[in-house]
């Protein structure tokens, strides 16, 4: 258990231990003199937890002691209404990336393009025939899906279709040019989720602080500089935390601006309107948050093509076998995401039946206005099982085969 006293001191500070602060934290620690800290509200252990190293466990993260369990805004209009949508977000050392669904697949290099006159883009370094290594080596082991055998039925079947509907087949996603299907890239090495909580194991001068929720930013207004923070305990105690250097936020997409706008960092209007001094005008801050539509099907399957009797049914005879295989040495179904193919589609050819998209694209110097240079306009995992973490109104069906199709529009309206 760790114990950091109060007015204890370090180097850096990092608010939120998820991807973003563990990769910050991870990289801050290569310089031995630094000392870090880093609190988080969730549990510390999760190189250890079971349920979240075997990757088959994935299913079962959603509404977990592991999850925040966001809801999403109810939608009630005169025309239409949607129930409360449970939203995942990872409570535990490595945040989201320790629930995540494992895809690992870099930008379309045209997006990147994009981009070049606002931000600093190297294309060299970004499609490096480096990646192609896929960074085994790297602190966060990622790799090409193990191709399991039992799945060899469900593999052959999607290959055949998405071939005969004209589109491509390819291992290659790393030149940049995504549309096609691909044998996905997923954050799981050798059986076991890789998480960003890799990045900081076993590094002496990083301390973490788990199970804590920082209160309060200490900003000197003179400076507009945070160098203390003061955190509360679980046991409601509170303890005040000095960072010579710098405080680092990253508390992921809907805390961290929360933190920073109660802070006085933020939009100045939006802050009066509560009663929040300003410290800092920030007009971006806690704004520009965009919707990432998803769509989830889950079909029934003939038998024999899917995963459920290997997984989420319990006692089967598969059941049985795949745990003994996994206890072995982490192989086998167990270890797998199942997620062994991802499709990059462009739907040119509907929405050029549409009078309302050709009208809109003739206004805009005929280029599509989701994806105007060739980016893919969804990206589809097929997932052979049923999904309970994205059907999450029917019970997991005691019998049968199913297949979970999730459709991820790849760029949204409002930034297209
Ligand atoms: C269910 C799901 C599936 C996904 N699948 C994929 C995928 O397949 N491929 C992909 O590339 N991306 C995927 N993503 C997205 C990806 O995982 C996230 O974009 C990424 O992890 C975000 O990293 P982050 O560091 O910004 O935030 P987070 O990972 O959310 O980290 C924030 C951290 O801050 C902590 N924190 C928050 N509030 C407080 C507080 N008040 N006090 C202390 N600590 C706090 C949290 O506990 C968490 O550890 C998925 C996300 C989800 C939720």
Known sequence: MTIVQDNARFDFIVVGKGTAGNVFAGRLAENPNARILVVEAGVENAKDLEAIRVPSNAMDLRDSEYDWSFKATMVKRDDYERIEKPNTGGKVLGGNLSLNSFTWAPGSKVTFDMWEDVIYHDDTNAYSPELKKICQKGPIPIAHSKLIPEMQPFRG??????????????????????????????????????????????????????????????????????????????????????????????EGVFETPRLLMLRGIGPSAELKKHGIPVINDSPHVGQHLLDYPCVYFVL????????????????????????????????????????????????????????????????????????????????????????????????????????????????????S
């Open 157 to 250: 079947l999607l290959t055949k279709a998405w071939n005969s509907a004209g589109h491509p087949v390819t291992e290659n996603i790393f030149d940049g040019t995504m549309p096609s299907l691909t044998h996905s890239v997923n954050t799981i090495y050798k059986g076991r989720r890789s998480g960003s909580f890799l990045y900081v194991a076993d590094k002496p001068n990083v301390t973490i602080l788990p199970q804590v929720h920082p209160r309060n930013l200490i900003i000197d207004v003179a400076d507009k500089t945070c160098r203390d923070v003061t955190v509360i305990l679980s046991s409601g105690q509170e303890l005040n935390l000095f960072a010579a250097r710098e405080v680092i936020v990253s």
């Open 300 to 415: 029934r399957l003939k038998n024999g093509f899917g995963m459920d009797d290997y997984v989420l049914q319990k006692g089967t005879p598969y059941k049985n076998q795949a745990i003994k295989t996994y206890q072995n040495n982490y192989s086998g179904s167990l270890g797998s995401g199942f997620l062994e193919m991802v499709g990059f589609l462009r739907i040119d050819k509907y929405l050029e039946k549409d009078p309302l998209f050709r009208q809109a694209k003739a206004c805009k110097d005929n280029k599509d206005l989701f994806c105007p240079y060739g980016q893919p306009h969804f990206k589809l995992d097929f997932v052979c099982l049923f999904g309970r973490a994205f059907q999450w109104y029917y019970p997991t069906p005691s019998k049968g085969n199913y297949i979970t199709v999730m459709v991820d529009l790849q760029r949204c309206p409002a930034a």
